[in-house]
């Protein structure tokens, strides 16, 4: 079974300040990963994804994530937050049928 | 262009009552699916259509019954609704392939009383 551990529920961090949000995942093969955002009131987009290649993989809107494999982890990272940034993280894991973490809600302080 | 509209955005009801959630969108993709996203923000799959045949049918009641007229509109009809129905329920859709990108609609935010 298919299955994502999100272990921060809520992050604060200061404007400029770098960002990390952690993703454990289980999943029986290769995985599909991705990280999704969710701006208050909004649907979901995507930040970016993951299956094969390098495992540091660029997205949108200055993230990037890492790959590894033998932690099972697939960490979201920005070096340096903007204020609209706050909003709610998803990570999720599958190939057809995607299956999402709890979210970190993610607060940037002046 | 919105890529993927929800209607209505908010619908309040009493217990009891009928209602729908219309989904489209104008990606050309030909696989749709239903999401509901509980109050504590947990996000799970409920359906998934594609060209118009039902593929993923999770553990939902059978007061919930999707209906997809064409690759580009999945409908969601909801009976008798109950107060553990209030939610917000996401439309997404994507090209057929595993690891596609989903592309969500603006969710619908449902309030049963």
């Known amino acids: 079974a298919q299955s994502v551990t999100q272990p921060d529920i809520h992050i604060t961090v200061s404007e400029g300040a770098s960002l990390e949000l952690r993703c454990n995942y289980s999943y029986g093969a290769t995985p599909y990963l991705f990280w999704y955002v969710q701006s208050p009131g909004q649907g979901l987009q995507l930040l970016l994804k993951y299956f094969s290649g390098d495992t540091l993989v660029q997205g949108i809107k200055g993230f990037e994530a890492e790959f590894k494999r033998s932690q099972s982890s697939f960490n979201l990272r920005k070096p340096s937050v903007h204020w609209s940034d706050a909003a709610e993280y998803f990570c999720?894991?599958?190939?057809?049928?995607?299956?999402f973490g709890a979210g970190t809600t993610v607060t940037v302080r002046a | 262009d919105t890529a993927v509209s929800q209607t209505p955005k908010y619908l309040v009801t009493q217990m009891g009552n009928d209602k729908s959630i219309k989904c489209e969108q104008n990606?050309?993709?030909?696989?749709m699916y239903w999401y509901k996203q509980d109050s504590k923000k947990f996000l799970k799959i409920m359906f998934s259509?594609?060209?118009?045949?039902?593929?993923i049918n999770e553990t939902v009641p059978n007061r919930f019954s999707p209906k997809s007229p064409d690759k580009a509109h999945l409908n969601l009809h909801i009976n008798s609704l109950e107060l553990g129905d209030s939610a917000v329920y996401f439309c997404a859709s994507d090209t057929q392939g595993a690891g596609e990108t989903q592309y969500f609609g603006p969710g619908t935010r449902l309030l049963v009383l």
């Open positions: 259509y594609n060209n118009k045949e039902l593929i």
């Open positions: 999720a894991v599958g190939d057809y049928k995607l299956s």
């Open positions: 990606l050309g993709h030909d696989t």
